[in-house]
């Protein structure tokens, strides 16, 4: 599902994820929020589940939810679509999953 969403919002562009329009602002929020959905989703999982798939960092997944969550004037939306189109599929690819 996160996958999914993510693997779409990075389907439309670059440039329609930054433009300064509507409906860039949604694409934004919306990968903003995807993101904060898997990090959330990871944060519950059991430690030895983590520790299994120490291939992942969890660390990072954590700290980029936090950024976004409580620090959003910060959130450099460059990062997060490249989160998107790069850490997500690695994510899923790590634990054996698809999009």
């Known amino acids: 599902m996160f996958g999914g969403d993510a ?7 670059i440039d329609a994820y930054l433009a300064d329009s509507p409906h860039g602002r949604v694409l934004r929020n919306s990968g903003r929020h995807i993101l904060i959905q898997v ?4 944060e519950k ?3 030895d589940f983590k520790q299994a798939h120490d291939s992942v960092d969890w660390i990072a997944l954590a700290h ?3 950024l976004i969550a409580h620090h959003y004037d910060k959130v450099d939306d460059r ?8 850490r997500i599929p690695a ?3 790590a634990l ?4």
Request: glycine share 6%.
């Open 7 to 13: 693997a779409y919002t990075v389907s439309l562009g």
């Open 39 to 42: 990090a959330t989703v990871a």
């Open 45 to 47: 999982l059991p430690a």
């Open 64 to 66: 980029m939810r936090n």
């Open 79 to 86: 990062l997060v679509f490249a989160a998107l189109e790069r």
């Open 91 to 93: 994510l899923l690819d």
């Open 96 to 99: 054996g999953k698809s999009t």
